[in-house]
T-cell receptor, first 108, second 119 residues
Framework: GIQVEQSPPDLILQEGANSTLRCNFS?????LQWFHQNPWGQLINLFY???GTKQNGRLSATTVATERYSLLYISSSQTTDSGVYFC??????????FGAGTTVTVRA | EAGVTQFPSHSVIEKGQTVTLRCDPI?????LYWYRRVMGKEIKFLLH????????ESGMPNNRFLAERTGGTYSTLKVQPAELEDSGVYFC?????????????????FGAGSRLTVL
């Protein structure tokens, strides 16, 4: 199956700081999603981004499909941004393969 | 629209007992998926329904796991008998079936998960 690697595994930020999370994947994919797992365990879809760049408030994401990576940017981080961020790639049979996640802790 | 609903949110059972997890997808979503995350490892695919049919069950770990989706609406995942290694969080997700000519629009919406603890 497709291998998905996320880095860094853990990230500690001071409130207001910016950060970049990376997702590398091993094969061509149909699509890519970024999720945020909130403190209640729910996986919240942040971006559906097979290629290009998208922005949503303080978050933005860029996927370079030809080079098999995606980046998630968090700007002006807030304590509510804490949680685990997952990258998941969709193979052509609509099956998602997840990375191990990046645990983000934002300190006030 | 209401989101994907899962229950119970947390279940604690003894090894050898049976547990049934339920997922109510978003109304009108033909695709329903089960995923699980055990002991801090990656979230892994279990199976995929399209309406009431199992499209892909290649991720089901063994025959102690049985998934059903009667009438193409809600789905249940039964673990019988439960083992210690089954502990983890079981996620359900749903999506609309992709439109003809649209190759990629399969956005999954996940539920909050059901945490299973087997003692």
């Amino acid at each position: 199956g497709i291998q998905v690697e996320q880095s860094p595994p853990d990230l500690i930020l001071q409130e207001g700081a910016n950060s970049t999370l990376r997702c590398n994947f091993s094969d061509s994919v149909n699509n890519l999603q970024w999720f945020h797992q909130n403190p209640w365990g729910q996986l919240i879809n942040l971006f559906y981004i097979p290629s290009g760049t998208k922005q949503n408030g303080r978050l933005s994401a860029t996927t370079v499909a030809t080079e098999r990576y995606s980046l998630l940017y968090i700007s002006s981080s807030q304590t509510t941004d804490s949680g685990v961020y997952f990258c998941a790639v969709e193979s052509y049979d609509y099956k998602l393969s997840f990375g191990a996640g990046t645990t983000v802790t934002v300190r006030a | 629209e209401a989101g994907v609903t899962q229950f119970p949110s947390h279940s604690v059972i003894e090894k050898g007992q049976t547990v049934t997890l339920r997922c109510d997808p978003i109304s009108g979503h033909d695709n329903l998926y089960w995923y699980r995350r055990v002991m801090g490892k990656e979230i892994k695919f279990l199976l995929h329904f399209v309406k009431e049919s199992k499209q892909d069950e290649s991720g089901m770990p063994n025959n102690r796991f049985l998934a059903e989706r009667t009438g193409g609406t809600y789905s249940t995942l039964k673990v019988q008998p439960a083992e210690l290694e089954d502990s983890g969080v079981y996620f359900c997700a749903s999506s609309r079936r992709g439109l003809a000519g649209n190759s990629g629009a399969n956005v999954l919406t996940f539920g909050a998960g059901s945490r299973l603890t087997v003692l």
